[in-house]
């Protein structure tokens, strides 16, 4: 794994401040694709996926969020994801699992080109594979433990330009 200091490449991607204030804030993990612009061309934040160490976290970070005028647009019935929204700016409070770090957080991330956490302690935890696979817009995985959600994040990254390799499709199929 590679960890890099939060302030050594912040500069390079455009993310909301008052988005990373209420992340910081409330002890939690911003991961997966946001951070896709520190490595690659023209990459444009689509959302901020949020992840916790606990329920309690969670929850508080919803109330801030609805206190800076962030709307709840989507609340899943079993408690596992909540998405909020301001202007263009979609944040999802995922619930599903909590996590103790975020070398354990980043395992579980199917595609490389996600493989990005920022800890609560500004640390930028990634890998060459994820950093290979933005630079070259390939699909590449990791792990694939949701086949249907992983098929959709590959629809959509094929969107964004991203191509899959036939190896990746082996692995890919292999792994259902």
Known sequence: MLRIEWTRVKSRVNLDEQVLHIVKKNNAYLGGGCFRGIFGKDEIVADYDVFFHNAYDAATMALDLEEAEYEVVFKCPQGLLTTLKKNDIKVQLITEFFYNSGDQ?????????????????????????????????????????????????????????YTIPNESIDKYVSGI
């Not at 490389?112 to 817009?137: E, G, M, Q």
């Open 105 to 161: 957080l980043i395992n579980t991330f199917d595609l490389h080109a996600c493989r990005f956490v920022l800890t609560p302690v500004d640390v930028l935890i990634t890998d060459r594979n994820a950093i290979r696979a933005v630079r070259r817009k390939h699909i590449t995985f990791n792990v694939v433990d949701f086949p249907v959600a992983t098929f959709k994040r590959i629809l959509k990254y094929i969107q964004k330009g």
